[in-house]
């Protein structure tokens, strides 16, 4: 089975900067896409960025301009480098790729890690 699992999140201060990891247990090689959702209470599972095999990436509006999705495929690992974060950014972040298998799209989910912006 395909593993990932993410790690980086913790408290920190509005304006401040995390950066969160996805290792994963297979070469990434085998996602078309991979990417960053994120769940608040309350609130359903939203795309935060996405980066597909061309390395062509995709941004929520709401993190454009500060949040940066980017791989290395050496180490099958992705990361999302968050600047400038903000209260509204506290939520659990969630590691997804996808995949197709037998003709369909099949989405792996890493088990998330919380990150908390607070004063």
């Known amino acids: 089975q395909v593993q990932l699992v993410e790690s980086g999140g913790g408290l920190v201060q509005p304006g401040g900067s995390l950066r969160l990891s996805c290792a994963v247990s297979?070469?990434?090689?085998?996602?078309?896409?991979m990417g960053w959702y994120r769940q608040a209470p309350g609130n359903q599972r939203e795309l935060v960025a996405e980066?597909?095999?061309?390395?062509?990436?995709n941004y929520a509006d709401s993190v454009q301009g500060r949040f940066t999705i980017s791989k290395d495929n050496a180490k099958n690992t992705v990361y999302l480098q968050m600047n400038g974060l903000k209260p509204e950014d506290t939520a659990v972040y969630y590691c997804?790729?996808?995949?197709?298998?037998?003709?369909?799209?099949?989405?792996?989910w890493g088990q998330g890690t919380q990150v908390t912006v607070s004063s």
């Open positions: 997804n790729g996808k995949s197709t298998e037998l003709g369909s799209t099949r989405d792996y």
């Open positions: 297979r070469s990434i090689f085998i996602f078309y896409a």
């Open positions: 980066v597909w095999f061309g390395r062509n990436t």
